[in-house]
């Protein structure tokens, strides 16, 4: 049962938190390192390598795992509902 499909896109998931974070880019560019370009490319990928995914999520401040399952819709629900 293979859920790699067009709605576990880690990139774009990873947009998401970080703008439901407030943080634009550049801010997570500089905590990794790395140039603005580079983010936007991690933000672009379907898929990208755990030890990238663990750093972006610490910055984040979820686990690599909650992007993973991050669920845009059911954070709505539970904020409609709170």
């Known amino acids: 049962m293979s859920t790699t499909n067009a709605t576990n896109h880690i990139g774009r998931k990873i947009s998401r938190i970080r703008e439901l ?26 898929a990208i390598e755990a030890e990238i995914l663990a750093q972006v999520a610490g910055i984040l401040g979820v686990t690599p795992e909650a992007i993973e399952n991050f669920d845009e819709e ?3 629900n539970i904020i409609n509902n709170t």
């Open 74 to 76: 059911a954070v709505f």
């Open 21 to 46: 974070r407030g943080m634009k880019q550049e801010a997570l560019a500089i905590e990794l390192g790395v140039s603005q370009q580079t983010v936007s490319n991690i933000e672009k990928s379907a």
